[in-house]
């Protein structure tokens, strides 16, 4: 059932959102030390009206990834931008901890300098 609320409100930010932007940021555990790290627990995402925080650490350990298709299709789209901060580390570690290949992302920082 999560994972249909997941799935309606994807969709329902991406039928709202202007120009097929997101906002994007993942967050995870701290790593303590230089050998150490840790799996990106949370996924977050933005819309001018929807805001979906999404711990996806116990969903993909526990769920078949079809249960989460909507998140992965949308993260794997190149023509829907995701931006944010800071993102190398973020694509990084999707691909690394969940064998997502991020696409379709813009980091600020770039912009910024």
Same mark, same amino acid.
């Given at each position: 059932?999560? *994972? $249909?609320?997941? +799935?309606?409100?994807?969709?329902?930010?991406? +039928?709202?959102? /202007? $120009?097929?932007?997101?906002?994007?940021?993942?967050?995870?555990?701290? =790593? *303590?030390?230089k050998? &150490?790290?840790?799996?990106?627990?949370?996924? &977050?995402?933005?819309? =001018?009206?929807?805001?979906?925080?999404?711990?996806?650490?116990?969903?993909? &350990?526990?769920?078949? !990834?079809?249960?989460?298709k909507?998140?992965?299709?949308?993260?794997?789209?190149?023509?829907?931008?995701?931006?944010?901060?800071?993102?190398?580390?973020?694509?990084?570690?999707?691909? !690394? $901890? *969940?064998?997502?290949?991020?696409?379709?992302?813009?980091? =600020?920082?770039?912009?910024? /300098?």
């Amino acid at each position: 059932m999560v *994972y $249909d609320l997941i +799935a309606f409100f994807i969709k329902k930010m991406l +039928a709202e959102c /202007k $120009d097929n932007v997101i906002g994007f940021d993942t967050e995870w555990k701290p =790593n *303590y030390n230089k050998d &150490q790290c840790n799996p990106i627990s949370i996924i &977050q995402l933005s819309s =001018n009206d929807l805001c979906l925080i999404i711990h996806i650490s116990n969903m993909l &350990q526990w769920t078949k !990834r079809e249960e989460l298709k909507t998140l992965i299709d949308l993260l794997e789209n190149p023509y829907i931008l995701k931006v944010g901060v800071g993102l190398s580390e973020d694509i990084i570690g999707l691909k !690394r $901890d *969940y064998s997502i290949d991020c696409k379709g992302f813009h980091d =600020n920082i770039l912009t910024c /300098k």
